[in-house]
């Protein structure tokens, strides 16, 4: 079993900064590709509805980002801490989502599984991240 803790959610203003980090605990974590997925007010309950974000795999040599947030968001991972992380910068109010923090092995870089909500299989209980205009 894996959990996920995730923090550093909150309220903030369009173009400010907010940081987002989510300690891994259980299996071994650089076996882990991690990634980060959100969810707008509104949508239907469904974490797996959710939307890709952020992935990194598991060596932390290849990242991918959802075209809305490429060049604003950067998503790491410490090894030593177990974490991984989501600068986010440049904030939007369509920004605006739960964010969920996910994980599960895959020792692949295959864009198709780390953007794929249905292919991990652990998930964080979410953080509010609500940016005003």
């Known amino acids: 079993q894996v959990q996920l803790v995730e923090s550093g959610g909150g309220l903030v203003q369009a173009g400010d900064s907010l940081r987002l980090s989510c300690t891994v605990s259980?299996?071994?974590?650089?076996?882990?590709?991690l990634g980060w997925f959100r969810q707008a007010p509104g949508k239907e309950r469904d974490f797996r509805k959710s939307?890709?974000?952020?992935?990194?795999?598991?060596?932390?040599?290849?990242?991918y980002y959802a075209d809305s947030v490429k060049g604003r968001f950067t998503v790491s991972r410490d090894n030593a801490k177990r974490t991984v992380s989501l600068q986010m910068t440049s904030l939007k109010p369509e920004d605006t989502a739960v964010y969920y923090c996910?994980?599960?092995?895959?020792?692949?870089?295959?864009?198709?599984?780390?953007?794929?909500?249905?292919?991990?299989?652990?998930w964080g209980q979410g953080t509010q991240v609500t940016v005003s205009s």
């Open positions: 259980g299996r071994t974590f650089t076996n882990l590709a």
């Open positions: 996910v994980a599960d092995e895959y020792f692949g870089n295959s864009l198709g599984f780390l953007a794929s909500a249905y292919e991990y299989e652990y």
């Open positions: 939307d890709f974000v952020a992935a990194i795999n598991w060596s932390g040599e290849t990242t």
